[in-house]
């Protein structure tokens, strides 16, 4: 429901006092309308995606859950490129096909499950290091997301985990090592 600003409402002005009211105060279809937003020169949202409810709901409660399940570890494996390097080519091997390769276009494969594959090199994840390595390991039931644990070895899961940790700000001088790697 918004209301037109009272200067343009005097041009309006209708005999009847209730049509006028009715026909100055509608609802703008989007939901709501911020009176901030529109001083700022803003104005209300454009038609854009309505943003998915139940797919953020999802999302908080598989999250709370996972936090709870995980084990609050430390990574272990030195911080440093190679440790990077390592884990963004596990990355390209076995994730990329539903979180999508950095610098490429999101994965439609990705964006068929429900809830979607989130696109990590454009969103990153709320996810801790550790909470990666479990979510990994163990998969996510009832989702497209498998259990990857009896292929990896745990210091090979925190690689993925730091690097996805690293999402979507790579530095530079790491995506190019993990191409010449991947190259190899
Ligand atoms: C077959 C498709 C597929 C592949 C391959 C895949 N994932 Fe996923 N992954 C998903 C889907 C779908 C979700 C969303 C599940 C959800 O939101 O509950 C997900 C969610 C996740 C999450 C939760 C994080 C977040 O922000 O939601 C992590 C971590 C993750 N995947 C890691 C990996 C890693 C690491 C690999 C590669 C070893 C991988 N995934 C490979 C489909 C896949």
Redesign the pocket.
């Known amino acids: 429901m918004y209301c037109l600003p009272s200067n343009r409402a005097a041009s309006t002005r209708h005999p009847n006092e209730k049509i006028r009211r009715r026909f100055l105060c509608r609802s703008n279809g989007a939901g709501y309308w911020n009176p901030r937003l529109s001083a700022a020169g803003l104005a209300r949202r454009a038609v854009g995606p309505v943003p998915d409810i139940t797919a953020r709901l999802?999302?908080s409660g598989?999250?709370a859950s996972?936090r709870r399940t995980a084990p609050k570890t430390q990574n272990p494996l030195p911080r440093t490129d190679e440790t990077l390097i390592a884990g963004g080519k596990?990355?390209l091997n076995?994730?990329v096909?539903?979180?999508g390769e950095p610098d490429k276009p999101p994965s439609d494969?990705?964006a068929t499950?429900y809830?979607?594959?989130?696109q990590?090199p454009r969103v990153g994840?709320?996810?801790s290091e550790a909470?990666?390595l479990w979510?990994?390991k163990h998969g996510?039931r009832r989702?497209?997301?498998?259990a990857?644990g009896s292929t990896?070895s745990d210091s090979q899961l925190w690689s993925?985990?730091e690097f996805?940790g690293h999402l979507p700000n790579l530095p530079p001088h790491v995506a190019e090592g993990i191409q010449q790697n991947a190259a190899k």
Not at 115 to 118: C, E, H, L, Q, T
Not at 143 to 146: D, I, R, W
Request: hydrophobic content about 45%; aromatic content about 18%.
């Open positions: 999802l999302y598989i999250h996972v596990l990355y076995d994730c096909g539903c979180h494969f990705g499950f809830p979607p594959a989130p990590f994840t709320k996810y909470e990666v979510v990994a996510i989702t497209g997301m498998a990857q990896y993925l985990a996805i």
